[in-house]
C-alpha cells in the first residue's frame, strides 16, 4: 500500500526569512512595503517569496485590518432567469478577469430584492469580508448608493448614468438612450409604425431610460402606436407578452406590431417561436430586434438582429474602475461604447401582410343574435336549423330544432345547441345548424364555441360529438370532389379513444359500406371543457387548424377542396353504448359566433381585430359572399 502524501504546505514568512537571510521582522516589513529595511533588502526578500510562490493570507489580512482581497457582487434578480441570461454570464468573465490579475476573489450572491441587497452589504461591511463592491441593474430610486456612501465601501455602479449626488461611486455605464433610439430609427426606415418594446423588470434604470426614448421617439415621429411592456426577462413572460400584443393588437382592439424589441435574447428567441406559432412570419409579418447579441441569436432561425456591445470588456472595464478604487484613485464616470444594430434574418421592411384582407373582401359574420330557433331573420340570413332524418348518430333519432336555443351572455349573444336522450333512440334529440348554401371554398373560418365535458343534468358518459366544420355532399362512393374539414370534441371518447380527445380532420372522400376513409387528422388526448377560440384556414396549398392562437394541425394539399362547401355547428351522440342508464340527461354546446372570409388567410390575432371591428360597430351579421 503506497504511503499516504502530506498535503502541500504553504510558505511562510520563515522559510522565506531562512531563505533570504534576514529576520522574519525585516520580511514583513519587506513585503508590506513598511520603512526599516534597506531597498537592497526589500527587494532580496520579494525575489525570494516569488520563488517560493508565498502569498498573503487573507485571513492575516483581515486581522490586521489590511482587507479581505475579495470584492463582493450581488444580484437581486428572479433566480430562474439567470441560467440562461448571456448578458450577466459574460459580465463576471470580464470581472474575473481583472481579479484573477490581483489576485482578488469574487464573493457572488444571489437575493431576492434589494433590500436583502442592502442587507448583504451591512453584514459584509460589519464582517470585513470584502474591500468593495460591484453594483449592477440601478434603480429609479436607489437606496445603494446612500449606503455605500455611509459604509465607505469602495464602489462601482454597473449600468448606471453619471450620479453627482454621489461622487465617491465609480460608474461604468453604456447609452441605453442612444442605442434605443438608433433601433427605432432603422425600424422606422424601414417602414414600421406599429412596435412594441418587450422591456424587462420595472424600476430598472436601464429600462426606464430605454422606455422613455421609445416613447420620445415616437413622439418625436408622430407614431401613436408604439408601446412597452415590462417582463422578468424569462423565456416563459417573452412567449406571453408576445402572444399577447400579437393576438391584441397595438392598442389593444387594434392591428398587431410589425415590429418587436425584446430587452435580452432569450425573450427574443422565444418570442420569435410564440409568433410563428400564431401563424406570424419573422420577418414577413413581423421584425424581430434583440437587445443583447448572444450565441444564442445565431442557433435560431431566421437568425435574430440584435444590439452588440462587448459585455466581456464591459465587466473588465468595471472591475477596472473598482481596482483603481481600491488603489486608492479618484472615482470615476466612465462611459463605454453605445451598442450597435447587426441586422440579420430577423428584420425586414414593413409589410401590408398577404394575410391581411381588403376591408371589402367577401365576408359572412355572424353573432347569433335571434330570439329563438323560428326567428324568421335566421332563415332570412341564410341558416337552416336541422329537423329532417338521417346520420350522423343513433339510427332513429330525431334532430330537434325546438332545442337551438339563444341568450344574451356577458352583453354578446350566444347560441346554444342542447343534445339530450333517455337511453333510447326514440328519446334521442340532437342538434344541428347550418348554411343553406354550399358557397364557402378557400378562405378563413372561425368560431368561438363552449364545449362541455359534462351533462347539465343527468347521468354523464354518453359518447357525444360537438362541432365546427364545414362539409359538401358526398356524391357517390369515394367520389374525389368530396371535401369537408373539422374541429370534433368527443367530451366521453368514443371511436376507440377512451377518454375526451378533440380532432381536426380534413377529408378528401369516403365510403360507407365498408367504411373505407381517405383524411388526414390531427388530434390530443386533453379536456377541452370550456370556451375556444377555432381557426381554420385554407389556401391553394395548405389547411390550417389553430386553437386558442396555437396552431394545432397542418395538412396536406392532397386533401384541399374541389367544390364549395356549408358551415355546420352540431351535437350528436355516436352512440348509446357509453351510458345505459335509462335517466334522462343533456349536453350543451354554445357558439358566440362564426366568420367566414373568402380567400383570404387570417392569423388568429386578425380573426380577433376583425370580430373587434363588427362588435364596435354594432354590426350582429353581415353576407356578401357570392353565391357558387
Known amino acids: 500500500m503506497p504511503a499516504k502524501r502530506s498535503p502541500a504546505r504553504r510558505p511562510t514568512m520563515k522559510d522565506i526569512a531562512r ?55 450581488v444580484l437581486a434578480r428572479p433566480a430562474h432567469t439567470l441560467g440562461v441570461d448571456s448578458f450577466f454570464l459574460q459580465l463576471i468573465s470580464g470581472i474575473q478577469e481583472v481579479l484573477a490579475e490581483r489576485h482578488l476573489g469574487l464573493l457572488f450572491q444571489v437575493v431576492e430584492d434589494v433590500d436583502d441587497e442592502c442587507a ?14 460591484l453594483a449592477v441593474d440601478p434603480r429609479t430610486d436607489d437606496p445603494r448608493p446612500g449606503l ?54 420595472p424600476g430598472l434604470a436601464h429600462t426606464e431610460r430605454r422606455i422613455r426614448t421609445l416613447r420620445a421617439e415616437a413622439q418625436r415621429r408622430g407614431l401613436t402606436e408604439v408601446r412597452s411592456v415590462t417582463t422578468d426577462y424569462s423565456d416563459a413572460e417573452g412567449a406571453a407578452v408576445t402572444r399577447r400584443v400579437l393576438e391584441g393588437g397595438v392598442p389593444q382592439g387594434g392591428s398587431p406590431p410589425t415590429a418587436l424589441v425584446y430587452d435580452n435574447d432569450v425573450m427574443a428567441v422565444a418570442g420569435v417561436a410564440a409568433a410563428t406559432e400564431l401563424g406570424f412570419s419573422v420577418p414577413g409579418d413581423v421584425s424581430v430586434v434583440a437587445w443583447e447579441d448572444s450565441a444564442l441569436c445565431r442557433m435560431v432561425k431566421p437568425w435574430l438582429s440584435a444590439l ?105 349573444s350566444i347560441m346554444n345547441l342542447e343534445t339530450s336522450t333517455a337511453g333510447t333512440a326514440a328519446s334521442t334529440k340532437q342538434t344541428e345548424i347550418l348554411t343553406k348554401a354550399m358557397k364557402f371554398k378557400n378562405g378563413t373560418y372561425a368560431a368561438r364555441v363552449r364545449f362541455s365535458d359534462a351533462p ?14 364545414t362539409i359538401n355532399d358526398l356524391k357517390a362512393p369515394m367520389a374525389d370532389d368530396y371535401a369537408e374539414y373539422d374541429f370534433e370534441y368527443l367530451p366521453n371518447g368514443g371511436w376507440g379513444e ?65 367544390r364549395p362547401m356549408s358551415i355546420n355547428f352540431n ?13 334522462a340527461r343533456a349536453y350543451d354546446q354554445q357558439v358566440d359566433y362564426v366568420l367566414h372570409v373568402k380567400d383570404q388567410v387570417l392569423t388568429p390575432a386578425q380573426v380577433t381585430i376583425r370580430l373587434n371591428a363588427y362588435r364596435s360597430a354594432g354590426t350582429t351579421f353581415q353576407d356578401t359572399v357570392p353565391g357558387s
Open 19 to 73: 531563505r533570504a537571510g534576514v529576520s522574519e521582522s525585516a520580511v514583513s516589513f519587506a513585503l508590506n512595503d513598511r520603512p526599516g529595511v534597506s531597498e537592497v533588502t526589500r527587494d532580496r526578500v520579494r525575489r525570494v517569496a516569488e520563488q517560493l510562490g508565498w502569498r498573503p493570507s487573507t485571513a492575516a489580512r483581515q486581522l490586521s485590518g489590511e482587507g479581505a482581497a475579495t470584492v463582493g457582487l
Open 120 to 133: 448583504v452589504y451591512r453584514r459584509w461591511w460589519a464582517e470585513h469580508r470584502v474591500d468593495g463592491v
Open 148 to 201: 455605500l456612501d455611509e459604509l465607505g465601501l469602495p464602489a462601482v455602479v454597473i449600468g448606471g448614468a453619471p450620479d453627482a449626488r454621489h461622487p465617491g461611486l465609480s460608474t461604468v455605464w453604456a447609452d441605453d438612450a442612444g442605442a434605443m433610439a438608433s433601433v427605432v430609427g432603422r425600424l422606422y426606415e424601414l417602414g414600421h409604425r406599429r412596435i412594441v418594446h418587450i422591456a424587462g423588470l
Open 308 to 412: 452588440s456591445r462587448d459585455t466581456v470588456e464591459f465587466g473588465r472595464t468595471a472591475a477596472g474602475e473598482l481596482t483603481s478604487l481600491l488603489d486608492g484613485g479618484p472615482a470615476r464616470a466612465v462611459g463605454v461604447p453605445v451598442p450597435s444594430l447587426i441586422e440579420r434574418d430577423s428584420t425586414g421592411p414593413c409589410r401590408v401582410p398577404p394575410t391581411d384582407p381588403p376591408a371589402d373582401a367577401p365576408t359572412l359574420f355572424d353573432d347569433f343574435n335571434y330570439s329563438g330557433h323560428t326567428d324568421p331573420r335566421i332563415s332570412a340570413n341564410g341558416w337552416n336549423v336541422r329537423s329532417n332524418s338521417g346520420g350522423p348518430g343513433v339510427p332513429g333519432a330525431t334532430w330537434a330544432p325546438e332545442k337551438v336555443t339563444f341568450a344574451t351572455t356577458g352583453g354578446n
Open 456 to 469: 347539465k343534468y343527468g347521468p354523464d358518459g354518453d359518447r357525444l360529438v360537438q362541432t365546427f366544420f
Open 498 to 562: 377512451p377518454a375526451n380527445i378533440l380532432y381536426t380532420t380534413s377529408w378528401e372522400t369516403y365510403q360507407a359500406d365498408p367504411w373505407v376513409a381517405v383524411n388526414q387528422h390531427t388530434e390530443a388526448r386533453q379536456s377541452y371543457s370550456g370556451w375556444h377560440d377555432l381557426v381554420l384556414t385554407i389556401d391553394n396549398s395548405t389547411i390550417k387548424y389553430y386553437v386558442d392562437g396555437q396552431l394545432f394541425g397542418t395538412h396536406d394539399a392532397a386533401y384541399l377542396p374541389e
Open 571 to 583: 351535437q350528436w351522440l355516436i352512440d348509446l353504448a357509453g351510458q345505459t342508464s335509462t335517466t
